[in-house]
């Protein structure tokens, strides 16, 4: 496995590798890896020839400096999950590299950004599609790979390449979860244990919300009633949002029909902790 911190070292290897015919897979992380990120390198080795993961905590998509300056970092770790895995190489780049002093130019969208963590995390999308836009020009990969875990993120990306005519497919992968339903995340580790065992609270009123459609409820007062319930019957977690919206556009709906996102966040103690369901009505 190869490592990079230039924008320059990375692109002399993808070239080479373009000019031997390879196709590339790229899997784009804030590191502090885990098995959900490990799922996406593992889809990616699958189906392209060389598989480059990025790792860069991206300041732009912070609005909190807090959240910043606390995300966890383990490099070694991450090194280590990366070789086991069969990744060809990791594209680690500091600050600096990436945001060169004067950088002016961001990727804004509008609708899609406007609704759910749009709403409660100023500029986050701005950021997280200004970096990717930027690690998509470096790395020029055939096929990206994205949890569905951020869903809304998986669908602000694709609408981004898809408006901005990148040469790439966006591949979007189901949310790896722990053995008790939590989705896994690097935020995770914050949590003491008191707060770990609360913190299941947030996939059981999401399976409730799913379970709920499927057997038949129409209704999304109803539905989303249901899940707050379930939230608030947990002292330590205190709801961000709880919100059924459109599955392609995230907008919100009248009607459940079609494909529908529930999607759910809440705070324990100081986390916040997103998760979320898809369904075709
Ligand atoms: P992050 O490092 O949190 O920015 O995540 C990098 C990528 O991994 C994103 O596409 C996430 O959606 C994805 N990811 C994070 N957690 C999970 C999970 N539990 N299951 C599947 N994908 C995940």
């Known amino acids: 496995m190869k490592m990079t911190r230039t924008i320059q070292h990375t692109r002399e290897q993808i070239k080479s590798w373009k000019k031997d015919g390879y196709s590339i897979g ?5 590191g502090y890896l885990h ?18 993961v990025s790792i860069f905590v991206n300041p732009m998509q912070f609005d ?15 090194m280590e ?26 990727v804004d969208m509008s609708v899609l950004t406007e609704e ?16 990717v836009n930027k690690l998509f020009n470096i790395v020029a990969p055939d ?41 896994k995340s690097s935020r995770n580790t914050h949590l003491n244990p008191e707060e770990r065992k609360a913190a299941t609270i947030l996939s059981k009123a999401i399976f409730e919300g799913k379970n709920l459609i499927e057997s038949g409820e129409r209704n999304i007062e109803k539905v989303v009633a249901a899940m707050k319930s379930i939230l608030q019957t947990e ?5 961000d949002y709880v919100e059924i919206v459109d599955g ?34």
């Open 64 to 78: 909190n400096p807090d959240d910043l300056k606390n995300y966890p970092i383990n490099p070694l770790a991450d």
């Open 116 to 131: 759910l963590c749009g709403k409660s995390r100023h500029n986050h999308f701005r950021g997280v599609c200004t970096v």
């Open 143 to 183: 096929f990206a790979y994205f949890g569905q875990k951020d869903a809304q993120q998986l669908l602000v990306i694709k609408k981004m390449v898809k408006d901005l005519n990148m040469d790439l497919e966006i591949v979007g992968c189901p949310t790896v979860r722990e053995s008790d339903g939590l989705a």
């Open 248 to 281: 392609n556009t995230v907008q919100k709906i009248e009607t459940l029909q079609g494909s529908v996102l529930g999607q759910a966040a809440i705070f324990i103690g100081k986390v916040r902790l997103i998760d979320n369901f898809i369904y075709e009505v």
């Open 26 to 30: 790229f899997v784009p992380t804030m």
């Open 81 to 106: 999950l990366c070789d086991k895995a069969g990744v060809d190489l990791i594209f680690s780049p500091g600050v600096d590299e990436v945001y060169e002093k004067g950088f002016c130019t961001f």
């Open 235 to 239: 002292p330590l977690a205190k709801i």
């Open 35 to 52: 098995e959900g990120h490990q799922s996406l390198m593992e889809k990616s080795i699958q189906e392209n020839d060389k598989t480059v």
